[in-house]
């Protein structure tokens, strides 16, 4: 997405925002970290994430997907006004190429499941978010993180029982039933991750305030999560390592509390939600800065982000294409990675926006209207 922001005159010690018309640097280099971090969660063996460094890279598991998904919510945020909502008209016309692009974002997903890789495909769920957001964009910042902490606390049980009563009656593999409830990624679940990027897309990112508190409220919301999904685990599970609320879809008795303890990847739990999605809004605010303060050094990362449908995209056929059946190759990884990496700043170089960002942008200004 094309995002716009205000030119204002900025206060003494406070980054200006770009001029009108020109892309966020820093939107651009979370949106590469979190394309990359996809290609690590499908390319590689991730494993358990502890204080051993070894472990770290099972950093990118679950978490570069969801900071996927806030990205989303900041993009439909910024199209439809930025820090003021759009009204009317203009309002009207955002909700328009809001649904075009999910449209397109919905048909390359069902292209790439037909490939049949092993990777669980994104697309259809993140086109789901964009039409569930459409409600929520004349929302304030503080009423959007509300939304998102009702989400985070009610989307789980919420899940779990239409899951159990679809899956009850054989119906889970329903499209319905698996882009929203019982899916690898649950829209009314994920819902959470959108609202809280649209807040975030709400804000004056240009302040290094914003920034400031955009880092330490998602380290604040991540200890919270995590650490909440730690005692919660240890409480109802002890030595063990919860799944999440998939554990009971196929259960028809008693709900157990181990079901909603912890906060491991894709557990679908509010530890989660809290957890991975503070993990998201610090990560945004720390590339906002490092973007301004190294523009050059960040420019390839950046070039993935400017092109992110299409190095994903490019991403699952080139995995369909070589035979690719398994995750467990980080040095596959990262030569998927350098790969993306150059391929994509020397597209951008000489041709700017990536092809299917090129015709998400112009079929939905051609459906929106003038």
């Known amino acids: 997405m094309r995002e716009r922001v205000e030119d204002v005159p900025a206060p003494a010690g406070v980054a200006?925002?770009?001029?009108?018309g020109r892309r966020i640097g820093g939107l651009?280099?979370?949106?590469?970290?979190?394309?990359?971090?996809?290609?690590?969660?499908?390319?590689?063996?991730?494993?358990?994430?502890?204080?051993?460094?070894?472990t770290w890279r099972a950093v990118v598991d679950g978490r570069s997907s969801i900071l996927f998904a806030t990205l989303a919510g900041v993009s439909i945020a910024l199209l439809s006004g930025g820090r003021t909502p759009a009204t009317g008209q203009e309002l009207a016309r955002a909700r328009t190429r809001i649904l075009v692009r999910a449209a397109w974002v919905f048909a390359v997903g069902g292209v790439l499941e037909l490939l049949d890789t092993f990777v669980a495909i994104i697309l259809g769920v993140y086109a789901v978010l964009f039409v569930l957001a459409l409600p929520f964009l004349r929302w304030s910042p503080a009423r959007l993180l509300l939304a998102a902490g009702a989400v985070a606390l009610a989307g789980p049980p919420v899940t779990l029982a239409v899951a159990q009563y679809a899956t009850a009656r054989g119906e889970e593999g329903n499209?319905?039933?698996?882009?929203?409830?019982?899916?690898?990624?649950?829209?009314?679940?994920?819902?959470?991750?959108?609202?809280?990027?649209?807040?975030?897309?709400?804000?004056?990112?240009?302040?290094?305030?914003?920034?400031?508190?955009?880092?330490?409220?998602?380290?604040?919301?991540?200890?919270?999560?995590?650490?909440?999904?730690?005692?919660?685990?240890?409480?109802?599970?002890?030595?063990?390592?919860?799944?999440?609320i998939e554990t009971g879809f196929g259960s028809s008795g008693k709900w157990e509390p181990a079901w909603f303890a912890g906060a491991e990847p894709h557990s679908g739990t509010s530890f989660e939600v809290v957890g991975s999605g503070g993990v998201a809004v610090a990560v945004i605010g720390l590339c906002l800065v490092a973007a301004d303060l190294l523009p050059r050094l960040t420019y390839p990362l950046a070039s993935?982000?400017?092109?992110?449908?299409?190095?994903?995209?490019?991403?699952?056929?080139?995995?369909?294409?070589?035979?690719?059946?398994?995750?467990?190759d980080w040095g596959r990884w990262a030569r998927f990675?350098?790969?993306?990496?150059?391929?994509?700043?020397?597209?951008?170089?000489?041709?700017?926006?990536g092809p299917l960002e090129r015709l998400l942008t112009w079929s939905s200004r051609r459906a929106a209207g003038p």
Not at 30 to 53: C, I, K, N, S, Y
Not at 183 to 210: N, Q, S
Not at 304 to 324: E, P, R
């Open 16 to 20: 200006r925002e770009p001029a009108a």
């Open 28 to 54: 651009d280099v979370a949106r590469g970290l979190a394309v990359l971090g996809m290609f690590g969660a499908h390319l590689g063996q991730t494993g358990e994430l502890g204080w051993d460094p070894a």
């Open 175 to 244: 499209a319905f039933a698996f882009l929203l409830f019982t899916g690898y990624y649950p829209a009314a679940v994920w819902l959470a991750f959108v609202l809280v990027g649209l807040a975030v897309g709400r804000l004056d990112l240009g302040t290094a305030r914003v920034r400031a508190g955009l880092v330490a409220g998602g380290a604040a919301a991540a200890v919270l999560g995590y650490g909440g999904g730690w005692l919660s685990a240890r409480q109802f599970a002890p030595g063990e390592q919860p799944a999440g």
């Open 304 to 328: 993935v982000g400017v092109m992110a449908l299409s190095v994903y995209t490019a991403q699952i056929v080139a995995i369909w294409a070589l035979g690719v059946d398994s995750a467990d």
């Open 337 to 353: 990675t350098i790969t993306a990496v150059l391929l994509a700043t020397v597209w951008r170089l000489r041709v700017g926006r």
